[in-house]
Nanobody, 120 residues
Framework: QVQVVESGGGLVQPGGSLRLSCAAS????????MGWYRQAPGKQRELVAT???????NYADSVKGRFTISTDNAKNTVYLQMNSVKPEDTAVYYC??????????????WGQGTQVTVSS
């Protein structure tokens, strides 16, 4: 029932901007944390940014000052604003959502991923 759907990926030139969106639906439980991860060819999946309870943010050092994570709580949606992108940002970007039940059980769901390619 739970759906996590990313959108906004594509081809962008170095120095350009891109905004990714991720909408979560299908659960009656509340969302504790939403985040973005990425995986480049031949590399492990790595954390990009997370936001907890719509307020507390955490960023990888490689994207600090360039990327911004935010949420629209009414829509259960998380965004990743990517500015000043670099070729090294090329990867499949995945959205992760952590739901928390009334008894405190946490469950993580992943989106299908969206390709971001930074190239001239």
């Amino acid at each position: 029932q739970v759906q996590v759907v990313e959108s906004g990926g594509g081809l962008v030139q170095p120095g350009g901007s891109l905004r990714l969106s991720c909408a979560a639906s299908g659960s009656t439980f509340r969302i504790n944390t939403m985040g973005w991860y990425r995986q480049a060819p031949g590399k492990q999946r790595e954390l990009v940014a997370t936001i907890t309870r719509g307020t507390s943010t955490n960023y990888a050092d490689s994207v600090k000052g360039r990327f911004t994570i935010s949420t629209d709580n009414a829509k259960n949606t998380v965004y990743l604003q990517m500015n000043s992108v670099k070729p090294e940002d090329t990867a499949v970007y995945y959205c992760a959502v952590v739901f928390v039940s009334v008894v405190g059980i946490q469950t993580r769901y992943w989106g299908q991923g969206t390709q971001v390619t930074v190239s001239s």
